[in-house]
């Protein structure tokens, strides 16, 4: 076991890194490394050189979210099996916690050792970044004196070649969800109607500079993104819902 702690926990919650690694140190069966990151940077480097070992992050969604990246990067993310023990305030863990890890370093860390691997659905989008969980775009903010009328905005959505909504058909929001190996994709039309959606590998959106949120942060703006589904690709191991 190779467990990586990011220098964020370490400064935000020094007692729930020293627990998590007393923890995973005394049960890990075949032993564990402990690596102190001086440089959140520093994850990539460190995890070219895990090798087969099953890797523990400790600390907030930004580092697993580095972990990820970089494993998904170097073409280790199917086969390295990842495990985490947020430490942060409760709005830097939401992703984790999302994903099925308890939020307690005692609870997180038992879960490692006795846990099990879930495959997990990930999207990528064209300039190599990773999604955990959903992405949404949203409509743009109300302006006062159109404040009576929903926002909108004009964006193309194009899954898998199939024309979702145009510039000529303003829409409310978008989202994006990987799940059961499919990008699942909801287009939210303006004015009000019924939902237009798809089950795709992969989704354009294109238009005028949107910003969309995804991995409980927003990005962008940006004139154009594709987001591919990714089935299975990260083992992570959570509670054993057995027990």
Not at 88 to 109: E, I, K
Request: aromatic share 2%.
């Amino acid at each position: 076991m190779l467990i990586v702690i990011d220098p964020t926990a370490r400064r935000t919650d020094g007692e729930s890194v020293r627990i998590a690694r007393d923890v995973l140190c005394a049960g890990a069966p075949g032993g564990a490394t402990v690596c102190v990151l001086e440089k959140p940077q520093a994850m990539s480097h460190v995890l070219a050189r895990s090798g087969d070992h099953q890797v523990v992050i400790v600390g907030d969604d930004r580092a697993l979210l580095r972990a990820v990246s970089a494993l998904h990067l170097r073409g280790q993310l199917q086969t390295s099996p990842l495990a985490v023990v947020p430490v942060g305030p409760p709005a830097a863990v939401t992703l984790a916690s999302a994903l099925g890890v308890p939020t307690d370093a005692v609870a997180a860390s038992r879960a490692v050792l006795s846990g099990t691997d879930r495959r997990l659905d990930l999207l990528t989008d064209d300039t190599g970044e990773v999604v955990l969980g959903p992405l949404g775009i949203p409509a743009p903010g109300r302006v006062w004196w159109r404040s009576m009328h929903r926002p909108r905005r004009r964006l193309r959505v194009v899954a898998d070649g199939r024309l979702l909504a145009d510039l000529d058909r303003p829409v409310a929001g978008v989202s994006v969800r990987a799940e059961g190996g499919l990008a699942e994709v909801v287009v939210r039309p303006s004015p009000a109607g019924e939902n237009v959606t798809a089950r795709v590998t992969s989704v354009t959106v294109s238009g005028p500079a949107f910003s969309y949120r995804a991995n409980a942060v927003d990005v962008g703006p940006t004139r154009t993104r594709t987001w591919t589904v990714r089935p299975g690709a990260l083992r992570l191991t959570i509670p054993d819902q057995r027990r």
